[in-house]
């Protein structure tokens, strides 16, 4: 989604908000601007398209000033186009924002604002803040800038990550946010405005997240002064030490942040383990959950919330709850269950999955969730991100951070999380014999070194296979048990990057209705462990080639009977069925990635998507 980048200090504005812009890029968007504070004007540069087409129209904003921001836009109001980009001036000229979010109610207050003389050049919500922003400066002459601000943002409703700059104000930068992030980097003589950290992880280890309803009036003579947006009342800022390195944010020397943190999952299930799983003491040490295992474990129900591939994490999730643990557990997309009235009690548990800690949907469900007394745990990729912070216990994914749009890494820790949360509470409630629980944590030991060798034995088969079918136009992804999300979300990774149309599918329900697009254009991935339902799949295998359907078949070392049927074989190390998604997904995600490589698709960010979803 939008990214903001703000800066005020000694250094080169344009400089500082133009790298900072390159950093957010991950976020997903189609269009990017830039603006600086100059004596009386604004210099303004803003253009449908990437970072580079900005850089092409504004090169010669080098060196011009010391204050400025910039903006990447991903389309909600209005198509990408030069007009609809950000930042937006009022009409009077003398006040500048960028916004990330949704003005839910700008189309009344458009329609007064037109009523007042106000014209708009762009489709956009922010067009309409902007100047609603000037109305109160206009029709309150004592009023000052960040007063004016609060009063604008206090007739909006939505969702909102502002900076704004006014031309009669110079150096003051006023920051907002309601629902989309936004950090304060805290500079030695300079500070740094950023929807995350990224932009200035190199210049200072010291930020200040916004909080939610919050907005800070920025200078370099004041500094920081931070205040709820509703009533105005002074917060003192919540200094925090940022741990991100900038060695983690950039490629490594690899082609694509895709491909990298493909390749860091040994590492990430790893760190995700450490401190957590202690196979020698026999014990699972988890600080978020010790606390209210009792509560869990007496719950009525568990239902998982979460959207797109943490969803199929907590699918899976399900399987290992109810398996290992024997509560109930129902999994829910949340932008279904914040629609709809779910029965919710507060003896119900909830668990939110999120790698950016920051989709709307989630956000919205959980708070739902809340007011119905459940009890909320979160599992997280990123650090203090709104979710972490709004639910009532969590655990993290340490997986580090994750820039490619399509999730991986972040997906194998939320697997490694729910397996560890599931053989806790089962240790805990007595559902695990301690016999199977050490055989079980053993195992889970193991398989950082099981993906390991899963990259090094499948990197080169899988981008031979991934060559075969750049043109293909369907893919089917198959698999039983604890591999049928697994199959899903091999499907979504592919089609979120290739563009290519891929549904995945439980291998029996095959027979219900898919098998009708089965011909000799119809590739087939299956996803075949040896534990499970080995036979059963051999059938659907053999109901495929029947069809002579092109079967990739993914399948544990030394397999014969299903890798004698398939036309390509992909094969993953052995282990227990219930870890065997984190291992098999592993050259799913190479699969998905080789074949947008090959098709010349921009596999970082595949277009019209974001990496956090702060919209609805
Ligand atoms: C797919 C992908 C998305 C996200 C979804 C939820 O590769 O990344 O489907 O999983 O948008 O995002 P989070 O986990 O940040 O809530």
Known sequence: MCGIV??????????????????????GYD???????????????????????LVAISKDFVGRAHVGMGHTRWATHGVPSDNNSHPHLSNNG??????????????????????????????????????????FMDTHPEMDFPTAVRSALNEVYGAYAITVLHDDFPGVLVVARLGSPLAIGLGNNEYFIASDASPFVEFTKEAV??????????????????RNIKDNVKITPQIQELKLSLEQIEKGGYEHFMLKEIFEQPKSILDTLRGRLLVDEG??????????????????????????TSWHAGLIGEYLIEEFARIPVEVEYASEFRYRNPIITEKDIVIAISQ??????????????????????????????????ITDAGSYTHAGPEIGVASTKAFTAQLTILALIALKLGKHNGHLSNQEFMRLITELDTIPQKVEEVLEGTHQITKEIARKFVDAQNF????????FPAALEGALKLKEISYIHAEGYPAAEMKHGPIALIDENMPIVIIAPKQGHYDKIVSNVQEIKARKGKVIAVVNRGDTQVADMADYVIEFPETSECFSPIVASVPLQLLAYYIAVFRGANVDQPRNLAKSVTVE
């Not at 100059?38 to 970072?51: I, L, N, S």
């Open 94 to 135: 003398k006040i500048a924002l960028v916004h990330n979010g949704i003005i839910e109610n700008y189309d009344v207050l458009k329609i007064m604002l037109t009523e007042k003389g106000f014209t708009f050049k762009s489709e956009t919500d922010t067009e309409v803040l902007v100047n609603l922003i000037q109305y």
């Open 6 to 27: 703000g800066y005020t200090g000694f250094q080169d504005a344009y400089q500082v908000v133009i790298n900072g812009l390159r950093r957010l890029e991950y976020r």
């Open 476 to 483: 089917l992804y198959l698999g039983r048990g604890y591999n």
């Open 209 to 226: 997240y916004l909080e939610e309803g919050h907005m800070a009036t920025i200078s370099l003579e004041k500094g920081v002064d931070i």
């Open 356 to 389: 950016s800690g920051e989709t709307a949907d989630t956000m919205a469900a959980i708070k739902m969730a809340k007011e119905k007394g459940a009890f909320i745990y979160g599992i997280c990729n990123v650090v203090d991100s709104s979710i972490a912070r």
């Open 283 to 308: 014990i699972i040490k988890m600080a978020g959950i010790w606390d209210h295992l009792e509560r869990i474990n007496q719950a009525q129900k568990i239902t998982i919330i979460a959207c797109g």
């Open 31 to 53: 269009s990017a601007g830039v603006v600086l504070e100059q004596p009386h004007h604004f210099d303004v540069a803003k253009t449908k398209g990437k970072v580079d087409d």
